[in-house]
């Protein structure tokens, strides 16, 4: 992918105007790390890149930048540009397309983000970026009080790179988040959500926590419950146990969430063959980990769960309604409830015979 890209950087150059990478993927390639994602800054218009690529599929313009789709790769590319005010915390209200690189980097959010390549594969670091890798620190490429203020999400992204690079974050950088934390109440929760389920997730998850909980931006993002859930490896797990349903988008997350929640309310456990019945494998485990509990022991009795629903039981319901003459309706879910509860004590197999043993045994002629 990077060959095709320093392709793509000399193509544009051939057109005669500047380009280079920038951003997360010369970072991650200085740090030696995987990436997928590549973004070109360059001096071209996007109605330039139009008339340079017109064979290839180009995203419509989005605050000056597209998305190029080139030899099956996608590259996002944006026109060095200088930013307006940020009026309402979240995008610059103008912005005027410019031919200056040092001047285009400085309006982006940290140091680490500002390290360019040209397509000789020099390294262009204008704002002391990989000083910054080398000193594992977080810093934003001028004032950090202005960054946030400007856009807030800034202060989230200096928490994610922190976790994820385990970098420390420059003191004015730190400051800066707790004079401006409350700033968060303008961003979207879908945008908070992306940046902290990367936090969570995290294999350092525990110090992207320990910063969320000292800079004070954990009380406006109402995550009330962060200094005690258990880390997890799973993120429905993790915001069940925040109780924050603004930050569930998905009818499904929600349901799964207010099932794991009534079970640690209810201290119900878990490793039997009603609960694994009841809820599934999915939202016991989940209980499981954030109890700290033996997974063997519950994927073993799961395996040897006599059914696992209802769809399962060896006998429709037009036999039981036959054998008890009875029409279908709600004493008919009783009956049900009862053989499966017989069934999940082991007390009868799921097998027909047994099942229509049992009614015979147990249930007179219903007329």
């Known amino acids: 992918m990077l060959d095709v890209a320093l392709e793509l950087l000399g193509i544009i150059e051939n057109n005669g105007f500047k380009a280079y990478l920038v951003g997360g993927c010369v970072r991650n390639l200085i740090l030696g790390h995987d990436f997928t994602d590549i973004d070109i800054c360059t001096s071209a218009t996007p109605c330039d890149i139009r008339n ?34 940020y009026s309402d915390g979240r995008r610059p209200d103008t912005f005027t397309y410019i031919d200056s690189l040092q001047e285009d980097l400085k309006r982006r959010d940290f140091t680490i983000n500002t ?58 950088v730190k400051d800066a ?25 995290s294999k350092n998850n525990k110090y992207g926590i320990k910063l969320l909980l000292e800079t004070g931006l954990y009380k406006s993002l109402g995550l009330n419950n962060l200094d ?32 794991i929640i009534e079970i640690l309310d209810n201290n119900i456990e878990v490793e039997n063959n009603f609960s694994l019945y009841k809820y599934g494998l999915y939202i016991c485990t ?45 004493k008919l879910k009783y009956i049900y409830d009862d053989i499966i509860n017989n069934i999940l004590s082991c007390n009868i197999k799921n097998k027909e015979e047994d099942i229509i043993l ?10």
Not at 63 to 85: C, D
Not at 131 to 155: C, G, H, Q, W
Not at 288 to 314: V, W
Not at 358 to 367: M, P, S, T
Request: net charge positive.
């Open 177 to 201: 988040i707790i004079n401006n934390f409350n700033k968060v109440e303008l961003i979207s929760y879908e945008k908070r959500r992306s940046e902290l389920d990367k936090i969570f997730l």
């Open 358 to 367: 049992y009614l015979k045994n147990n249930y007179n002629v219903i007329k």
């Open 52 to 85: 340079i690529f017109k064979s290839s599929l180009i995203s419509t313009e989005r605050y000056g930048s597209i998305v190029l789709i080139y030899k099956e790769k996608k590259f996002e590319i944006t026109t060095f540009r200088q930013e307006g005010i």
């Open 286 to 330: 989940v209980v499981s980990k954030i109890r700290g509990n033996d997974l063997d022991k519950l994927l073993h009795i799961y395996n040897n769960i006599p059914i696992i629903s209802f769809d399962a039981l060896d006998i429709s319901t037009d036999q039981v309604c036959n054998i008890l003459n009875i029409e279908k309706g709600i």
């Open 115 to 172: 390290i360019c390549m040209d397509k000789d594969k020099n390294i262009i670091d204008i704002y002391n970026g990989i000083s910054d890798i080398k000193l594992k620190t977080i810093n934003t490429v001028i004032d950090a009080d202005k960054k946030f203020y400007e856009n807030p999400l800034r202060m989230l992204r200096a928490i994610r790179f922190a976790t994820i690079l385990d970098f420390d974050t420059a003191s004015n």
């Open 228 to 259: 005690k859930i258990s880390l997890i490896d799973d993120i429905i797990g993790i915001w069940a146990q925040i109780r924050n349903y603004k930050y569930l988008f998905k009818k499904s997350e929600r349901k799964l969430v207010s099932l």
